[in-house]
């Protein structure tokens, strides 16, 4: 058996070469010729995987170890009996710690307080509960805005797109739609972006366009009046430089890239391509102890404060921005390289679960907090 696989996949060989040979290749440039002689292709979100792709190939099985589907044509995969795997919930902790770590980074720059504060959460998947998991502890109010959602289970727990505008904060975390009843193609667009008051923040973790750039571009440059985060952009890796540099903070599509995330990406569609050729699961990743695992606290301080040294001891997530800010300096000759090169070459970023918080005096209300978000508490 031959498997293809996006050389940007971690451990890879490691989870695949036990099923027969595997060859790496950038996600980017992966062609039909390269799957002549191909069983199996595992990909990311930035290879197209259609019938332009697959066309006269041996290929029966395609997994994408992302939690995304908007680059594989699943109908296509269904006609011609491709086996489809996807990685759905891998990195969903790993984005909802980077919401909160950015949220937290925020409100400590500016001093403003968590007490009080609403939070718009659009989309209510693996991610969106989380988030909501997160910002419950920290005592945000929660708006809920989930079309599909509610009209499964109702509206009691759910409010409309223009509530969760109204919000503080608004953080985004559906699929790519561009098309039907719940599209999401720019779901946030000119007719909505005044909704937005004055002095909230704004995230979006989800997919590029599903905030319409352009027309945020505008609204910033005209008045900025908002805290934009910005994780994911329109034409990636070819993005809105103008945009970047108006973002307080703006990340290289990095959200889910989590050690933990990136690993349970490979070991989902490891697991779905032994199911699909009936083998036994034999491989586990491999993850690196960590060194300095104990944070130390004052547990006297502000909740703003305390979250802010912890996640910055954990994950600078300006430093992540600062990197991708360079993107606009005249002397980095092939941008969109660059923005691949930030994602690939990634650090190594470990979740909340694998530390421990060491508090000056017991305070079972903030050890409960901390550990409602993951945290060992001692």
Known sequence: MKILVD??????????????Q????????????MLLDIDALIVRSITNVNEKLLHNTPV???????IGTDHIDKEYLKSKNIFFADAAGCNSFSVAEYVIT???N?????????????????????IGTKVARFAKALGFETIINDPPLER????????CLNDALDCDIITFHVPLNKIGIDKTYHLLNEENIHLIKSGSLLINTSRGPVVDNSVLRKKLLEK????VVLDVWENEPNIDKELLQLTDIGTAHI???SLEGKLNGTFFVYEKLCKFLERNCEWTPDYPDIKESIIDINSSSEIEKILFEVTQKIYDITNDSSQLKLLTNEDVVNPDKYFDQLRKNYHIRREFNNYTIRTNEVNNKLKLLLQEMRFKVI
């Open 60 to 66: 029966r099985f395609v997994g994408t170890a992302t």
């Open 7 to 20: 050389e940007n996949i971690p451990q890879a060989k490691e989870a695949f070469s036990k099923f027969g």
């Open 152 to 159: 499964k289970y109702g509206k009691e727990k759910f409010g």
């Open 224 to 227: 900025k009046d908002l805290n």
């Open 22 to 33: 595997v060859k790496l290749a950038h996600g980017r440039q992966i062609t039909n010729e």
């Open 102 to 104: 950015a949220i937290t």
């Open 255 to 257: 959200a889910g890239y």
């Open 106 to 126: 925020i409100f400590y720059t500016i001093n403003k307080t968590f007490s009080g504060k609403r939070i718009g959460i659009v989309g209510y998947g693996n």
